[in-house]
């Protein structure tokens, strides 16, 4: 089933100040969240964001805090059990999961969602853990449970379907 910009809401999970050090290939990683933001902004899909403990753990990252409509403290590794879809808006089913950890975080907060029925996808270009194995392990446990795995321009292309869209070459500038 290919995703809908009008169904869509992207979320960005604990992309923190003090975590993303230690994070493999934080940048790569930082820089396909960033890019990601910038075109469900340029298609009007609502942004969310998580913080895991940020006395401990720091604030999401900047340009990234920017791009969100809302960001969510929590204590829980499943933003679901700090109320995460309180913020989901109603008519919107579809979600985009980036961040980190992958096997931790944004594992749990997407086991969370499948549980509530919203149809799950995961962004892997831009999730990122401490360990490689982490995420890769992380990421095939999401692929069973049922979430849906893509890339940064694989949705892109299929929020947009056609080169006619109004977006189109706002959102190509981005994906290159």
Known sequence: MLISPDQSVLIIVDMQSKLMPAIDDHITVLNQCVRLARIAQALEIPILGT???????????????????????????????????????????QLILVGCEAHVCLMQTALGLIDHGYAVHIALDAVGSRQPLDKTIGSLRLKDAGASLKTVEMLAFEWLKSCQHPAFKTVLALVK
Do not use: M, V, W
Request: proline share 7%; aromatic share 4%.
């Open 51 to 93: 913080e895991q403990n940020p006395a401990g753990l720091g604030e999401n990252h900047p340009d990234l805090k920017a791009l969100c409509s809302s960001t969510l403290i929590k204590q829980h590794f499943d933003a679901c059990s700090d109320d995460l879809i309180r913020y989901i808006p109603k008519d919107r089913k």
